[in-house]
C-alpha cells in the first residue's frame, strides 16, 4: 500500500489508481472466499475491504487537497474565527474590530 513502492505509482490518474486498486482488492477476496469455500466469508471480506478501500480513499482525498488547495478547509463551520461571531453585554451588542481575529492564543 505504499504509494512510493507500489507499481500502480506510474499510473498518472489517481481515480485510475484506484480503480486497478480497488478490482484488485475485489479479485483477491474472490479468491480468499472462494479457498475457502464459504460465501459468509466472501461477504464479510468484501465489506471489510469495501470499509479499508474507503478509509483509505478519503485519507488520501483529504491530503492532496490540503497539499493542492489549503484554502478549501477555510470554508469549514469550525474554521470561523470566535471573534467573527456576535458578542453582547447587557443586551447590547459590542461592535468588534473587522481586523480582529480574536482567540486567546495570539
Excluded at 8 to 17: M, N, S, V
Excluded at 35 to 59: E, N
Aim: aromatic share 10%; proline share 5%; charged share 20%.
Amino acid at each position: 500500500m505504499n504509494h512510493q513502492r507500489n507499481p500502480l505509482r506510474h499510473i498518472d490518474d489517481l481515480q485510475t489508481r484506484h480503480v486497478v486498486m480497488q478490482l484488485l482488492a475485489w479479485m483477491w477476496c474472490i479468491i480468499f472466499s472462494m479457498s475457502v469455500g464459504s460465501i459468509t466469508v466472501f461477504g464479510i471480506t468484501t465489506v471489510a475491504h469495501i470499509l479499508l478501500i474507503a478509509g483509505i480513499v478519503t485519507t488520501v482525498g483529504v491530503f492532496e487537497t490540503a497539499q493542492r488547495n489549503p484554502k478549501f478547509f477555510d470554508r469549514f463551520p469550525t474554521s470561523t474565527p470566535s471573534r467573527s461571531r456576535n458578542m453582547y453585554y447587557n443586551g447590547k451588542k459590542i461592535q468588534l474590530d473587522p481586523n480582529d481575529k480574536g482567540g486567546e492564543h495570539e
